[in-house]
């Protein structure tokens, strides 16, 4: 005779099914992509002030300008050490690259509060930029590895959403600091500080990934048995190649990771060349009105990653009832509609808040596709490096994004046929996306040993 199952079982949660170690992982993580958050976005809503400080008057018609060169320029620096980071989590470990990484972004945004030109103020953004891309592949790839199939989509949204608080963060605290006259960008900055004391509870509480630590054995006991002389198999010879050089070694790899170059340069382009300029479009428009347009760039920059937040989570969860290539796909198709309802056709502040709320939904939430599909296309002894690399490599060409944008704003003398001509590049996902292996929340047939 069959024996029923309680309904309660059947029925169990899912997040009843993970430990305290994977929540820990998951938690260390978001706080990492949270402070990375709060980092960015301080800097899109102070910048408009600090640039007024650190430049003379005769410069201040070209801010625009100035603004896109140091977004680049913080681009261009996540780039570097977004793929370093991504090699050395390889190599160095998971929880290790994670702490290095806080650590270093933390000192470095502190110091940005001390800037005294122009230079050196972009000459720290690149600085911060290298320490704030070697985070996000680095909690990725622990959260991958420790999550299960069937959930690993919505750990990845979760993560994910820890960059939407963040903003909401800045957004929050910008909203008071702002009145606290010349000085209020240089203490956004020195709020920064904050994440390094984190790295403590990291370093007693989070797991090192068990799939990295069995990767990296077997990558150790192959480079032996090559310094040995030993014959190895296809296997071995994979662990002993450079991850970069191991990641266009294999063909299916190679075009997997051209793919997610593509996808992941929509992304990135789009959201840098049109979704930054949220807050200082609105705020324009509020002081055309005559109301503040500092407080009024908060308003939008706290509304636009209400919509962030709830768009990060849902796409994993989507991700894991419906599947990866179609939640993206969808997510591609709705940005590139709602870039112009935005910025061309919506003139009404009420309603431009609530089209900002949507937008952040689609625009920035989408970012949690990367989190959710990357990892499980790659190995675990190139996953960091992997996921990294098609993560990073589009900001350099991203970061200019801020620079084309910033000099259409300033050639059309205004934000929406700007925004509007960068949108296009939403077409390039919708043409991409397809061509992505669905992987259903299974991570890649490991080959390490």
């Known amino acids: 005779m069959e024996t029923a199952v309680p309904v309660a079982a059947r029925q169990a949660p899912w997040y009843r099914a993970l430990d305290k170690s994977q929540w820990r ?36 018609a070209r801010i625009p300008f100035f603004a896109g060169a140091v977004i680049a320029i913080t681009l261009l620096g996540w780039g570097i050490g977004g793929i370093l980071g991504g090699v050395l989590a390889d190599y160095i470990g ?28 972009a000459l720290l953004r690149f600085l911060v930029g290298i320490a704030i891309g070697s985070e996000w592949g680095t909690g990725t790839a622990m959260v991958a ?87 190895l198999d296809e296997a071995q010879r994979r662990l002993t190649r450079f991850t ?59 509304v636009y990653n209400v919509g962030a937040v709830a768009g990060y989570i849902a796409l994993g969860f989507f991700a894991d009832r419906f599947g990866r290539k179609p939640v993206t796909l969808a997510y591609f198709v709705v940005s590139l509609i709602l870039t112009p309802v935005l910025f061309l056709w919506t003139h009404n502040l009420t309603a431009l808040l609530i089209v900002a709320l949507v937008n952040g939904f689609f625009t920035l939430g989408q970012y949690s596709w990367m989190p959710t599909w990357l990892p499980e296309i790659y190995p675990t ?34 934000y929406g046929k700007a925004a509007s001509i960068v949108g296009l590049i939403y077409i390039v996902g919708i043409v991409a996306t397809p061509f992505f292996p669905e992987t259903h929340g299974k991570l890649a047939g490991d080959d390490d040993g």
């Not at 938690?27 to 960015?40: K, S």
């Not at 000085?183 to 509870?201: D, K, N």
């Not at 797991?207 to 310094?227: F, G, V």
């Not at 991203?398 to 205004?414: D, E, M």
């Open 381 to 414: 002894h190139m996953r960091a490096t992997g996921i990294a690399f098609s993560f990073n490599v589009p900001r350099f060409v991203a970061f200019l994004g801020p620079l084309v944008a910033g000099s259409l704003i300033a050639s059309f003398g205004g």
């Open 25 to 60: 992982a998951l938690f260390a993580a978001n706080l990492g992509w949270l402070f990375d958050g709060y980092e960015t976005y301080a800097l899109i809503l102070t910048l408009g002030m600090a640039l007024h400080q650190l430049l003379a008057p005769s410069q201040y």
């Open 244 to 302: 970069l050089v191991d990641l266009f070694a294999d063909p299916v790899v190679r075009r997997n990771t051209i793919v997610g170059l593509l996808m992941s340069g929509t992304t990135t382009l789009a959201w840098w060349g049109i979704s930054t300029w949220v807050p200082p479009y609105i705020g324009s428009l509020a002081a055309k009105d005559g109301l503040s347009a500092p407080q009024w760039a908060s308003y939008a920059g706290m």
């Open 145 to 231: 590895e420790l999550w299960p199939n069937g959930t690993r989509g919505k750990g990845a949204g979760l993560m994910q959403c820890g960059l939407g608080i963040g903003f909401f963060l800045a957004s929050a605290i910008w909203l008071f600091v702002s009145g606290m006259g010349p000085m209020a960008w240089r203490y956004m900055f020195l709020l920064g500080i904050v994440p390094a004391f984190v790295t403590l509870w990291i370093r007693g509480k989070v797991p090192e990934s068990e799939l990295w630590e069995k990767a990296n054995r077997h990558r150790t006991q192959a480079l032996a048995r090559a310094k040995g002389g030993e014959k």
């Open 94 to 121: 998971r929880k290790r690259m994670m702490i290095f990484a806080m650590i270093g972004y933390s000192v470095l945004t502190g110091l940005t509060a001390l800037s005294w030109s122009w230079v050196s103020f």
